[in-house]
């Protein structure tokens, strides 16, 4: 069965500008978690969703919000982008939350300029 | 919180020599565990977790790790490493207890990266 989709796989911005990622999970997942991978800070959770619904969130600004639509697609968009949102954006999905079968899309990478 | 120290930033090793990779990990609660692989310009792949029962766990490709409650350690271990295993390895932790707000959330390590050389 197809894995996780994320589209794009990558993208160039500019400081300032705003850009939307979007990931489709494996069909019949219904949890959607986003990761931001940077060579300084490393893996760091963003936030899952399940059902629609934010059931989770890390320590991000505000600019970073997502969404998850009834077909369990997810997008999460970055307002206002600067220097350091450059990194590899991760989406996993899994059955449910706390299922813990977690499977990890390619990724997005955001470059910002 | 948990946090997740992983001991070696990069591991060289010689094809089929045996290779261990160590985490330790810090948490009030109770955790899951878990090893990831990335390779480049890819994303992370699954390759052994911890959720209970037996502290021994088989992963794919060869791959064991050990879970040690007292030590609050998780290394990940191969008898014959090969060339195919250069990549990124991950460890991650997660809170097994219900609700809260660590309810489903990963927290990685900063990674290894092992280099399997001829």
């Known amino acids: 069965k197809a894995g996780v989709t994320q589209t794009p796989r990558y993208l160039i911005k500019t400081r300032g500008q705003q850009v939307t990622l979007s990931c489709s999970p494996i069909?019949?997942?219904?949890?959607v978690s986003w990761y931001q991978q940077t060579p300084g800070q490393g893996l760091q959770f963003l936030f899952e969703?399940?059902?629609?619904?934010?059931?989770n969130k890390g320590n991000f600004p505000g600019r970073f919000s997502g969404r998850q639509f009834s077909n369990s697609r997810s997008e999460m968009n970055v307002s206002t982008l600067e220097l350091g949102d450059s990194a590899l954006y991760l989406c996993a999905s899994s059955l449910a939350v706390r299922s813990y079968g977690y499977t990890f899309g390619s990724g997005t990478r955001l470059t910002v300029v | 919180a948990q946090s997740v120290t992983q001991l070696d930033s990069q591991v060289p090793v010689f094809e089929e020599a045996p290779v261990e990779l160590r985490c330790n990990y810090s948490s009030s609660v109770s955790v899951y565990l878990f090893w990831y692989v990335q390779y480049p310009n890819q994303g992370l792949q699954l390759l052994l977790k911890?959720?209970?029962?037996?502290?021994l766990v088989k992963g794919i490709n060869g791959f064991e790790a050990e879970f040690n409650k007292s030590q609050t350690s998780f290394h990940l271990r191969k008898p014959s490493v090969h060339i195919s295993d250069t990549a990124e390895y991950f460890c991650a932790v997660s809170a097994s207890n219900a609700g809260g707000t660590s309810y489903g959330k990963l927290t990685f390590g900063q990674g290894t990266i092992l280099t399997v050389h001829p």
């Open positions: 069909s019949g997942h219904r949890s």
């Open positions: 969703y399940f059902s629609e619904t934010q059931r």
């Open positions: 911890y959720l209970s029962g037996s502290t």
